[in-house]
């Protein structure tokens, strides 16, 4: 059994909980929380929920711990600083900032012999798998990825994160005109503008400065500042009542040609009507590889790159070539 530890108990977190009661040899053991844990109740019997603070001591008996926070603030520091304690795995989704994330949690999990996958997920994830397949396949093409129509949980969680803001869903939409282009097998050249748009429905804290709200959102880099973003100013209940549910998808498509010159296309699409659920089954599969490569004494920050897809399955390797080869 693998004995998981969830830190942070939002919609993804209860994600995460539903994910491991479909995987017999998974177990969750706690729930870490920075709220007062006597408030939070979880849907599992026999779950304990500890403070954060509990992780300190890097004694608690986890295998993985799966860090549910936002990637604006909360997982640049807790990736790092968990991955010196735990075997770690999160799904920071802020593409720039990458590169610079794994290199933090890098120096922690391989300076404590510990193992530690970021960006998992279906978007960084699956569809960067998707791409890397693509492009090695169709080596002369180009590649293309959109998101939605669907709620970005990231993007959402950065709104939140300003003053002033008591609540807020991001819809992330396709340009359609472009998408369209692209399957065409024409390989457009676009800009990042013109492949998505960005709507934000927004729920203010009483005084606070609209304009000022909505400034802070269309002028966000790396979430908004590059994209044509409408911003919604309405009451929470309107938000719960039009904007309750978490679906999201989305498309990556590859074009090209092979080396006779015959056309090609790649496409591989995901329609979810659950971002959270989805995204909570990934990391629990990929929870499950990384505690099977710190048990084969690996060591370091990984991505889903690096991670065979048998380590994934918790078939045998014969049974995997013998149903799914």
């Given at each position: 059994m693998t004995r998981v530890g969830i830190l942070g108990y939002g919609n993804l977190g209860r994600g995460i909980?539903?994910?491991?009661?479909?995987?017999?040899?998974?177990?969750?053991?706690?729930?870490?929380?920075?709220?007062?844990?006597?408030?939070?109740?979880?849907?599992?019997?026999?779950?304990?929920?500890?403070?954060?603070?509990?992780?300190?001591?890097?004694?608690?008996?986890?295998?993985?711990?799966?860090?549910?926070?936002?990637s604006a603030t909360d997982l640049?520091?807790?990736?790092?600083?968990?991955?010196?304690?735990?075997?770690?795995?999160?799904?920071?989704d802020t593409h720039a900032n990458i590169?610079?994330?794994?290199?933090?949690?890098?120096?922690?999990?391989?300076?404590?012999?510990?193992?530690?996958?970021?960006?998992?997920?279906?978007?960084?994830?699956?569809?960067s798998l998707n791409r890397l397949y693509a492009t090695c396949i169709l080596p002369a093409g180009a590649d293309?990825?959109?998101?939605?129509?669907?709620?970005?949980?990231?993007?959402?969680?950065?709104?939140r994160r300003i003053d002033g803001v008591a609540d807020a869903k991001q819809?992330?939409?396709?340009?359609?005109?472009?998408?369209?282009?692209?399957r065409s097998g024409s390989n457009p050249e676009l800009t990042t503008r013109q492949k998505h748009t960005r709507e934000c429905w927004v729920v203010l804290e009483e005084g606070a400065d609209a304009e000022a709200v909505r400034k802070a959102i269309?002028?966000?880099?790396?979430?908004?500042?590059?994209?044509?973003?409408t911003v919604n100013f309405i009451?929470?209940?309107?938000?719960?009542?039009?904007?309750?549910?978490?679906?999201?998808?989305g498309f990556v498509v590859r074009t090209g040609k092979s080396a006779a010159g015959s056309p090609m296309t790649i496409e591989y699409s995901l329609k979810l009507a659950s971002n959270p659920e989805f995204?909570?089954?990934?990391?629990?599969?990929?929870?499950?590889?990384?505690?099977?490569?710190?048990?084969?004494?690996?060591?370091?920050?990984?991505?889903?790159?690096d991670i065979a897809p048998a380590y994934l399955s918790p078939l045998s390797d014969e049974e995997i070539r013998a149903h799914l080869l």
């Open positions: 909980e539903l994910a491991v009661t479909q995987n017999d040899d998974m177990e969750l053991v706690a729930v870490y929380t920075r709220r007062d844990p006597a408030t939070v109740k979880v849907a599992t019997e026999g779950v304990a929920v500890k403070p954060a603070s509990a992780l300190d001591s890097g004694e608690e008996p986890i295998d993985v711990l799966v860090l549910c926070g936002g640049p520091e807790q990736t790092p600083k968990y991955a010196a304690l735990y075997n770690v795995i999160d799904s920071f590169p610079q994330h794994f290199a933090a949690v890098d120096a922690a999990a391989a300076g404590a012999g510990k193992v530690a996958l970021i960006s998992c997920g279906w978007d960084p994830g699956l569809f293309y990825t959109f998101w939605g129509k669907g709620i970005s949980q990231g993007h959402s969680d950065a709104i819809y992330t939409i396709p340009v359609e005109e472009a998408l369209e282009a692209v269309v002028e966000m880099p790396n979430y908004f500042a590059d994209y044509d973003t009451s929470q209940e309107e938000l719960d009542r039009d904007h309750a549910g978490l679906p999201h998808g995204t909570s089954s990934v990391l629990i599969a990929y929870a499950r590889a990384i505690a099977r490569l710190a048990g084969e004494g690996a060591s370091g920050c990984k991505t889903v790159f």
